[in-house]
């Protein structure tokens, strides 16, 4: 049903940056994994981590919901010209996998992909922090990707399995058709304000807990209004 491909697999360790005690916010020491680099050849993914990849923080990332990011390969070019970064490479936004023929527009709540022996479901939008910003050198990156609503998507791993870049990505089942990535977002950020949308949402049963949950206090707080 997609014609997409798999471009390119990143992975990355938690490191520590910036100097103690830096006046400069900016400069300031921070531990993160969102430093990703692309590896070649077969790659083991797991059902919470492709190998030699982890998250520091474990209280917001690296839940069975967030195995792995994927980021739509054809933001990059507007990406590069906007920021003026025509160095920038595939893993910039922290993803572990950069497809073609996707994005956030045309991808769904719930849609399972077969890569290579591997098994994947589309699990919730990926609704970016600071570390972002920081990681590119821009301040309030991570604001303009909220509003722009490309921030990419994470799956959970139904089977785990070997992939590797350059194979295709097989849609295999897409229960929710209405709820696309791109409209996620829009309710998640008051684009689309219907509280019948939130609450429905809430419900969805492939959306991953922890957005059903904010969806759900979002709808009660409209009953309360």
Not at 48 to 58: H, I, K, T
């Amino acid at each position: 049903m997609t014609d997409a491909t798999l471009l390119s697999i990143q992975v990355g360790m938690p490191r520590r940056m910036g100097t103690p005690g830096a006046e400069d916010p900016q400069e300031r020491e921070w531990v993160s994994g969102i430093f990703k680099y692309a590896v070649s050849g077969p790659v083991q993914l797991g059902l919470r981590n492709l190998a030699g990849d982890a998250q520091a923080d474990l209280e917001a990332h690296g839940s069975v919901d967030q195995a792995v990011l994927f980021y739509a390969a054809g933001h990059y070019p507007e990406w590069r010209s906007r920021l003026g970064k025509p160095e920038m490479a595939h893993g910039a936004f922290g993803e572990n996998f950069t497809v073609a023929g996707l994005d956030e527009a045309t991808v769904c709540i719930g849609d399972t992909y077969v890569i290579g022996t591997a098994r994947v479901q589309v699990s919730q939008p990926r609704a970016p922090c600071w570390k972002l910003s920081r990681r590119n050198g821009v301040p309030a990156l991570h604001l303009l990707v909220q509003r722009t609503g490309r921030g990419g998507w994470y799956a959970r791993v139904l089977q785990p399995g070997v992939v590797e870049a350059g194979l295709p990505l097989l849609l295999e089942e897409r229960p929710f058709p209405q709820w696309t990535v791109q409209r996620v977002n829009d309710v998640l950020y008051r684009r689309e304000a219907d509280p019948a949308v939130r609450a429905e949402l809430a419900t969805c049963p492939l959306l991953s807990p922890t957005w059903r949950r904010i969806f759900s206090t979002s709808a009660q707080d409209d009953d309360a209004e």
